[in-house]
Structures are given as structure tokens and as C-alpha cells.
């Protein structure tokens, strides 16, 4: 991958239905060379897909960062397993530093939430969570 890719990368996350036109522009190449690169990042894996993005979380609805600090002996994909079944949990992640998984979920609003915490902390690989509740969106952009 080199610096041209990921100029059209970056304009395919800014908009994913950007014309091939419009990107061809941008990174100063034909409409058939920027079809060629795009057609090796999907087969390459870089891009994984596209899809639309909904506008969330929607009347009643909030999202929220939990982290899980789980045991000694927890294997982070066990965590994904059990954890990633929930339908609040939008992503999952393992992580560095103190805790040890971090999800983004969507939830009903504060006693949901509340719900989802206590249903996790009992769960014997969980040895305590946090949550931070998010606001409002600064930057909506989804990049991996």
C-alpha cells in the first residue's frame, strides 16, 4: 500500500459512495487507475466493506464506553464470546493499559445500562467494570 491507497482510503472513509470520478480527482489519477486500486484493497482485505451508517443512538437511546478488568486468567477472546452475544455491545475490544476489554454499547437509557453492568459484574470472569456515558458526537467517523 502506498501514499496514493490511502489518499483514496481517506476518501472512502470520508464518504463510502464517493464516484470514482470525484476520487480519481483527488489523487490525481484515471478513473480506470483508482477501479484497479480499489478492486486490490477489496481483494487484499484492506477493505473489508461498506455499509451505511445510521444515525443513533436515537430517542431514549445512549451509548456508553464499559470496561471489563476480568480475572488473572481470562483469555480476552473468551471475552469476546461471552460478552460480544449481548445485543447492546455495538464493538469490543481488547485493550492495554488497566482494563482489559472496552465495548461501545447502546442502551435504553441509564437503568438499562445499569442492567447491562450489574448482569456483567456477575459473570465470574469480571472483577469490576467502568462506564463512561458519551454525549454528543464531535467526530462521526468510523475508521479501522
Do not use: W
Amino acid at each position: 500500500m502506498d501514499a496514493i491507497d490511502r489518499q483514496i482510503l481517506d476518501q472512502l472513509v470520508l464518504n463510502g459512495r464517493a464516484s470514482m470520478t470525484k476520487i480519481a480527482s483527488v489523487v490525481s489519477l484515471s478513473v480506470p487507475a483508482v477501479k484497479r486500486r480499489i478492486t486490490r484493497l477489496e481483494r487484499d482485505g484492506v477493505i473489508r466493506g461498506y455499509t451505511a451508517i445510521v444515525q443513533e443512538p436515537g430517542p431514549g437511546k445512549m451509548h456508553a464506553l464499559v470496561e471489563l478488568f476480568c480475572s488473572g486468567d481470562a483469555q480476552t477472546k473468551d471475552a469476546a464470546q461471552i460478552f460480544g452475544a449481548r445485543s447492546e455491545v455495538r464493538m469490543a475490544f481488547s485493550a492495554a493499559g488497566d482494563s482489559d476489554v472496552v465495548m461501545l454499547v447502546r442502551v435504553d437509557g441509564t437503568d438499562h445500562l445499569e442492567s447491562l453492568l450489574l448482569d456483567l459484574r456477575r459473570h465470574p470472569m469480571v472483577q469490576r467494570t467502568r462506564a463512561l456515558v458519551l454525549l454528543n458526537s464531535l467526530v462521526d467517523r468510523l475508521v479501522t
